[in-house]
RNA sequence: GGGCCUGUGGGGUAGCCUGGUCUAUCCUUUGGGAUUUGGGAUCCUGAGACCCCAGUUCAAAUCUGGGCAGGCCCA
């Protein structure tokens, strides 16, 4: 896509989803539609995560200082970028708040008051809040934002480090359905020592690649072993009746989900929504002629009807304007089928439909309208899927290299790769390049070490 | 972290260099009315802006400083 990033602001802008407006760096307003999509999106994510025994809790947006920086390695990830509560009205705290970077700190010292044996656990908790981060610069509207206005984060207490490590595998396979459902292709990589979570044994990313080519992180999974048990004093009697410390996972999905379905599927005209996430799935246009207005009125009611029985989210476009004036409005949101109503289909007995993700527009009989549409919505979150994973594919290149080749000359190739092609590339895995100095020389992230095929590689790309 | 650039109706812009003519341009948006309506209609009529604070000056959208906000480049 030609400069994607002005194209992003644009439709976020006209599509109405989100206002950059707002005054403070790094913070916006999600507009009605664009709230909708955040809504269904995480309707979906609360249902996988609800599947497999996962509840909803709520804690507070506040976190004391002390236990903020309890654990050492983790608020080193995060000291430089807290927003600090020092004041209430015109008294200085005694102990400052933090607003709430993410809230391992917070729930874990919670932990401690509800896990006593090994009958309290598992614990399997998750909650869709705001964050803050003081990013300084290049904040990008639901890609770098201030205020993480949504963060669902997931924690989790077991009772054996084999658990917490299944409990691993269940999160990878509740975000890998979810980008499934969305049809956002991913490469699910371990990140390298160097960038994993603060705190955490271990770090499991989801990438995806956008239209200019950069690397985004969408979903994080982290095994936190014991660090934060040891640290919270998470301890409990176990089935031998002994004493030991909870094993600990956390994962999480940001705002960046919504940026992504944005950004992987949208073409010139605009948005193009998975149906499963669109606010108006279906929307019919009548097309009003003098002296029939009344027969076309009549027909879009009674589709609306139809539709809305069997639970489509539907709406009729009644304004005043031109028919072409409505077909580009609902195309640049994104709507994925459009039912024209006009005098001459109705004589014949057919409808017209027309398909946002091809543009393909076509007639069926009337009385096919149910069967047709619901079919159909789901042809067309199909063939988003393929579409957007044929494209990842493309973004990926595989590099082969044999045991004499230098460094050198690797990183000349993965730089050059990554400065014509852009998006991942995958390296068969070494330990010569596995490393922060390749990393430095290739003037790229190191993703970390992904299967691809059968076969171990490092990923390295540019990111966001 | 370092550097550069920008801020004018809801959005995009002209004007700024060379202060006065700005009662601020054009496109889009938007309220009302009329004729229309199978892919962004037309006409009539109305609405809507110089980021904030300080300074220079008889006079500031225009010059200076700071703040806030946005964008770009390099590490």
């Not at 927003?83 to 010292?109: C, D, M, N, Q």
């Not at 990589?189 to 080519?213: I, Q």
Request: proline fraction near 4%; charged fraction near 35%.
């Amino acid at each position: 896509m030609e400069n994607f990033s002005q194209w992003y602001s644009e439709i976020l802008e006209r599509a109405e989803i989100y206002d950059v407006r707002y005054p403070i760096k790094g913070c916006g307003v999600y507009l009605p539609y664009g709230f909708k999509i955040r809504r269904y999106t995480l309707d979906i994510l609360r249902g996988l995560l609800e599947e497999r025994g996962h509840e909803e809790v709520l804690f507070p947006l506040l976190i004391p200082e002390d236990l903020l920086a309890k654990e050492g390695e983790h608020i080193k990830g995060f000291e430089d970028e807290v927003f600090w509560v020092t004041h209430g009205g015109r008294k200085p705290l005694e102990v400052k708040l933090a607003l709430r970077p993410t809230s391992e700190t917070a729930i874990y010292y919670m932990m401690k008051l509800w896990i006593k044996v090994h009958k309290d656990l598992p614990i399997k908790i998750y909650q869709v809040v705001n964050t803050f981060r003081y990013e300084t610069k290049h904040t990008r509207p639901l890609i770098r934002l201030r205020e993480i206005m949504t963060f669902k984060e997931a924690h989790t207490a077991h009772a054996t480090r084999e658990d917490a490590e299944n409990q691993v595998g269940e999160a990878i396979d509740i975000y890998r359905e979810f980008f499934h459902e969305l049809g956002i292709p991913v490469i699910i990589s371990r990140r390298p020592e160097w960038d994993k979570f603060p705190g955490a044994e271990y770090t499991v990313a989801f990438d995806t690649v956008f239209p200019d080519g950069r690397v985004i992180q969408i979903g994080t999974v982290h095994n936190l072993g014991q660090n934060f048990s040891r640290t919270f004093d998470l301890e409990f009697e176990t089935l031998e009746g002994g004493k030991d410390y909870v094993y600990q996972t956390c994962y999480g999905i940001s705002d960046r989900v919504i940026a992504s379905i944005i950004a992987i599927h949208g073409d010139e005209r605009g948005l193009i929504l998975p149906p499963n996430v669109a606010p108006i799935q279906v929307v019919i246009i009548p097309l009003l002629f003098k002296g029939k207005r009344e027969i076309v009125e009549r027909k879009a009611e009674e589709l609306y009807k139809l539709l809305k029985e069997i639970g489509i989210r539907v709406e009729i476009d009644k304004r005043d304007i031109r028919p072409g004036r409505k077909f580009h409005h609902w195309e640049l949101r994104g709507v994925p089928v459009r039912i024209e109503v006009g005098p001459k289909d109705i004589e014949d007995k057919v409808v017209t439909l027309y398909r946002r993700d091809t543009g393909e527009k076509y007639k069926i009989k009337e009385e096919d309208i149910k069967g047709e549409v619901l079919d159909l919505l789901e042809r067309i979150g199909k063939n988003m899927r393929e579409r957007a994973e044929g494209r990842m594919k493309g973004y990926i290149t595989l590099l082969d290299y044999k045991e004499d080749t230098s460094i050198e000359e690797i990183v000349g190739r993965v730089k050059e790769i990554l400065k014509k092609k852009r998006g991942i590339v995958l390296i068969p895995f070494s330990g010569k390049i596995y490393n922060e100095d390749f990393e430095e020389k290739v003037e790229a992230s190191i993703l970390g070490v992904t299967e691809y095929n059968g076969g171990k590689y490092i990923a390295v790309g540019r990111t966001y």
